[in-house]
């Protein structure tokens, strides 16, 4: 836990977000992670931190707080154009493959 929220304040200080933000690992039954603009508490999902290796999370955490930086939570123009400041989108894809294949598997489908 001490590493994520390591991870979270480098990350919030490398895109600008000086608004305090809550981390919370919680159990979820179908999202990685979901964050609330009003109240800036950020959940990540138990069962899928344990799985993921630091690039993984690390993209999770600045995908999260990109929303809050750009005050939406859809993936919007906006949302992409600031996401790829810092974080090329064949990177971005190619991290989301990885963590979708770790899940996959998990479920044991093939």
């Known amino acids: 836990m001490e590493k994520l929220k390591n ?6 200080n490398e895109i600008g977000v ?3 933000v809550k981390l919370k ?3 979820m039954k179908e ?10 508490i ?8 344990e799985k993921l290796d630091e690039e993984e999370l690390r993209y999770i955490l600045l995908h ?5 930086k750009v005050n939406d939570v859809n993936h919007g ?5 600031e996401l790829e400041k810092y974080l090329e989108f064949e990177k971005t894809r190619e991290i989301e493959i990885e963590i979708i294949k770790k ?8």
């Open 7 to 12: 991870l979270l304040i480098e990350l919030k």
């Open 18 to 20: 000086d608004k305090e």
């Open 25 to 27: 690992i919680v159990p």
């Open 31 to 40: 999202k990685i992670a979901s964050l609330s603009i009003d109240t800036r």
């Open 42 to 49: 950020l959940r990540l999902n138990r069962n899928v931190v």
């Open 64 to 68: 999260e707080l990109i929303h809050l």
């Open 77 to 81: 123009l906006l949302f992409m154009k």
């Open 103 to 110: 899940l996959i598997l998990e479920k044991g489908v093939r």
